[in-house]
């Protein structure tokens, strides 16, 4: 979540809704308590609180993209601005639905973490193939999918078992889409 946060200074001041230093506090207060109710073991609150929390970065990402695409036609930004949007808004994009796929998926981590084995999921590893012993999907895990799903516009070697991850893995590629095809494109015709 800080990385995100941080990504959010790449963005020009008219990408976002209020000041741009707004949504620093805003996660640092959702953040705290997380990590309170994670270390409390209450796992319900945490949960909660997770989601509320990506709900917001993820509202915050789309609004900030689409009012990108909405300045395009005007020509107000500037080639350096639009690729270092189109870099802050395509990592962010990464972050945020690794993030999602690995509070969803199994359960969620609290979930996964007392289970011996993933069987449930709605990805399919290759280490959940080969069946290795104790092996259970963290976030770096989740971080390689949504990186190849942000680049390739797939999931490559981690297939997709459920409707509502196809779902979002069809909703991060064309998030990666509008961002690379569109602005990037833009920004180096404009060069």
Do not use: C
Request: aromatic fraction near 10%.
């Amino acid at each position: 979540m800080v990385a995100i946060v941080g990504l959010r200074f790449f963005l020009p001041s008219a990408l976002s809704v209020g000041p741009d230093w707004a949504m620093a506090p805003l996660v640092g207060a959702l953040l705290v308590p997380s990590i309170v109710t994670h270390m409390r073991h209450s796992h319900r609150a945490n949960q909660t609180l997770g989601y509320i929390l990506l709900t917001v970065v993820t509202a915050d990402m789309v609004t900030s993209l689409g009012l990108l695409i909405s300045r395009l036609p005007a020509h107000r930004d500037q080639p350096r601005e639009l690729l270092l949007a189109a870099v802050g808004l395509w990592s962010s994009n990464v972050l945020v639905f690794a993030s999602w796929y690995w509070r969803l998926d199994g359960g969620g981590p609290n979930v996964r973490e007392h289970r011996e084995h993933l069987e449930h999921g709605a990805f399919l590893f290759p280490q959940m193939q080969m069946r290795v012993r104790g092996w259970k999907p963290g976030f770096v895990d989740y971080l390689f999918l949504a990186f190849n799903t942000s680049t390739a516009f797939s999931p490559t070697d981690v297939p997709v078992l459920s409707r509502w991850a196809k779902v979002m893995m069809m909703v991060q590629s064309s998030i990666s889409l509008g961002t690379v095809a569109i602005l990037a494109a833009r920004a180096v015709n404009v060069l």
